[in-house]
């Protein structure tokens, strides 16, 4: 467990219970300060252990925000506390960052407008999916969603983008998922069509999420995003049933989601009990509020029945190569189960089939990433 901050200059929360990095508890604070009648204050550098912070700290910091996908918002925070204790180098070394970061996300968001309009025109349901749930910040691709058939979106994306389809995994072709390279944009664009999951078992999520959707605004552009409980199921479908981590974007994305009043809890358990992820979704949420809880005051105001249904909370989980880590045995694996036994009562035995196969693809991941250092073409 790394628990390397400064504890001569750092305030009393000095250590995470999760097990942490001193990058990664600079961040928390930035992003969740304690809440007061006023609304929200930052520490101050000396508070947060900064005041002398080195430009090699400083890196590290920037690099652990964007594997997390907090850039922008935890730049801006920093930038605050060194411009109100008048520190013109490190106000610099933060607004250089946060210039190059916001020209990558415009560029990405004149592709994404361009590849959306494209659909739009071929009047073809098109929704961004988890991209810009992270706002003012961006994810590392951009994700989108939609009904029409593949060998369309094929064509589309060949004839408007002169865009290249990536090389798809053995996950890639269960999920119906391509990843497509255009040229003057670094960030792939992955595009689910008709299936959501990691073998594309759920299509009781993806048949309605079009339907559901609505225009949001970000910036300048203007998107159709999933309505909040299907922002939700869909994070904790890729945090709790596929890659089994947590990012710091995924906590505070939801934070604030929260503090909106945005979330339906009542829409939210129905739709995820009939997808047999309702226990996976409680969980995702008690494990954000212990979290939360941790740097605030107090957690998400969660409603009774999301608490009971959790399986496991924050205490669980561990800092580890980067991320905050979910243990997959026991808890997962339970969670699994319990998505495969609803889809089978449910009688959906193609997905039951597909979501079968996910033991077997993990196995086959984890052997070829012993053998060859990699999962690529399976996972």
Not at 167 to 179: C, F, H, I, P, T
Request: glycine letters at 6%.
């Amino acid at each position: 467990m790394n628990t390397s901050i400064n504890t001569k200059t750092a305030s009393p929360l000095t250590v995470s219970p999760f097990g942490s990095s001193k990058s990664l508890i600079l961040l928390s604070r930035l992003l969740l300060p304690p809440s007061t009648s006023g609304g929200s204050t930052l520490p101050t550098a000396a508070e947060l252990g900064i005041a002398e912070i080195s430009h090699e700290e400083f890196d590290e910091m920037l690099a652990l925000a964007s594997s997390h996908h907090v850039v922008m918002r935890g730049l801006k925070a920093f930038l605050q506390v060194m411009f109100q204790a008048k520190d013109e180098t490190r106000t610099e070394w933060a607004a250089t960052a946060l210039a190059a970061e916001g020209a990558r996300i415009e560029n990405a968001m004149t592709f994404l407008t361009a590849v959306c309009a494209a659909f739009e025109a071929e009047g073809r349901d098109i929704a961004v999916i988890k991209s810009l749930d992270h706002w003012p910040d961006l994810g590392s691709d951009l994700d989108l969603y939609t009904n029409a058939p593949s060998a369309d979106v094929l064509r589309l994306m060949k004839e408007h983008f002169d865009a290249k389809v990536s090389s798809r995994s053995w996950g890639d072709r269960l999920a119906r998922k391509w990843n497509f390279e255009i040229p003057g944009l670094p960030e792939s664009v992955e595009i689910h069509m008709g299936r959501l999951g990691q073998t594309g078992e759920q299509v009781a999520i993806a048949s309605s999420l079009a339907g559901r959707s609505q225009l949001a605004h970000f910036g300048s552009h203007t998107f159709r995003v999933p309505i909040a409980a299907d922002r939700l199921m869909i994070s904790s479908l890729q945090r709790m049933y596929r890659h089994f981590y947590f990012r710091l974007c995924d906590i505070v994305d939801t934070a604030t989601l929260a503090a909106t009043g945005a979330i339906d809890y009542e829409d939210l358990r129905f739709a995820a009990k009939s997808a047999g992820i309702w226990k996976g979704v409680s969980t995702y949420l008690a494990i954000v509020s212990d979290y939360v809880k941790c740097y605030r005051d107090k957690g998400l105001e969660l409603p009774a029945f999301v608490t009971i249904a959790a399986r496991f909370g924050g205490s669980e989980i561990r800092f580890h190569r980067g991320f905050l880590r979910i243990p997959i045995m026991p808890q997962s694996a339970k969670l699994y189960g319990s998505q495969l036994t609803t889809l089978l009562l449910n009688r959906e035995l193609r997905n039951s089939v597909r979501l079968s196969l996910l033991p077997c693809l993990a196995t086959a991941a984890a052997v070829g990433q012993k053998i060859t250092g990699s999962d690529k073409g399976i996972w």
